[in-house]
């Protein structure tokens, strides 16, 4: 009898362990997801293009493009990478999963590193693939570390994480992987495009200027008629009050010389990206 009881519970147990661990294992994998990804699966999680993501302890990050090719199986992203002197003495190097097996990395080759720009190829990118993460990480190389730090493990450092949903990525199934020439022209492409951006911005903010500045010349006139027709102690405020905008008006004035020095800085690099693609063109 007792042998029966024990059998009966041993049935009994059993599966119950079963589906325990299944939920067990269920809630570490989307805990492991949440933990990687910062979202549940289910929810979009997406860097647009243009977006700027700055990265930790200086620089940022800018997506120029990213694609996937659903034939290929493969996906190429182009990044501009801004980061400071220090961080050039350090390997820049990249790791990517999928949130729906975010414990499998998946094959990250880097194509492109000049210019401040990155070409990155992730293969084995199956077309059911949820979300793609991209971890930008930072490795100080050999020659930077002295002997005692570089026998120490020198785990890379995580910069940035980017991601590419399937549901808004875009898909080019012409999309192959080119020589370091032809990265070299798109770069060039994308300099060119980005520095006539960043020259409008200067040009907007010199305007933005010099209109506030016509605004507090033509105050100070008012305020100089005013003066003529005051009491004592209204000349006394209201030479106050000139005095201030004379202030405002030299610090814009100084802001405004920067602008145009910057402007002119970025006119210069774009003349001289212009004749590098002539030259990359003529070779």
């Given at each position: 009898m007792m042998r029966k009881r024990f059998a009966l519970s041993t049935k009994r147990t059993v599966p119950f362990l079963v589906i325990t661990l299944a939920f067990v294992v269920t809630g570490m994998f989307l805990m492991l997801s949440r933990t990687l990804f910062g979202a549940p699966p289910g929810d979009i999680?997406?860097?647009?293009i243009g977006e700027t993501i700055p990265m930790q302890g200086n620089g940022e990050v800018v997506i120029d493009d990213w694609a996937y090719n659903p034939t290929e199986q493969h996906m190429?992203?182009?990044?501009?990478?801004?980061?400071?002197?220090?961080d050039r003495n350090t390997e820049m190097t990249f790791a990517a999963q999928d949130r729906s097996n975010a414990r499998e990395e998946l094959p990250v080759t880097m194509?492109?590193?000049?210019?401040?720009y990155v070409v990155v190829h992730i293969d084995a990118v199956q077309p059911s693939f949820d979300v793609i993460g991209i971890d930008i990480q930072e490795q100080e190389t050999d020659d930077w570390m002295d002997q005692d730090e570089s026998s120490?493990?020198?785990t890379p450092t995580e910069l940035a994480r980017i991601y590419a949903d399937h549901r808004m990525?875009?898909?080019d199934e012409s999309m192959t992987v080119e020589d370091e020439k032809t990265y070299d022209q798109h770069v060039l492409n994308l300099e060119y495009d980005r520095l006539g951006d960043d020259q409008e911005d200067h040009q907007q903010v010199i305007e933005n200027?010099?209109?506030r500045i016509e605004e507090l010349e033509q105050e100070l006139v008012d305020i100089e008629a005013d003066i003529l027709y005051?009491?004592?102690d209204e000349e006394v405020e209201l030479e106050s009050e000139h005095s201030q905008i004379e202030s405002e008006i030299d610090g814009l004035e100084t802001d405004m010389a920067q602008e145009q020095e910057a402007l002119e800085v970025s006119q210069d690099e774009q003349d001289m990206i212009e004749e590098q693609m002539e030259m990359a063109i003529d070779e």
């Open positions: 999680q997406h860097t647009e190429i992203a182009t990044l501009h990478i801004d980061r400071s002197a220090v194509l492109y590193d000049d210019r401040d120490n493990d020198n990525v875009d898909v200027m010099n209109e005051s009491n004592d």
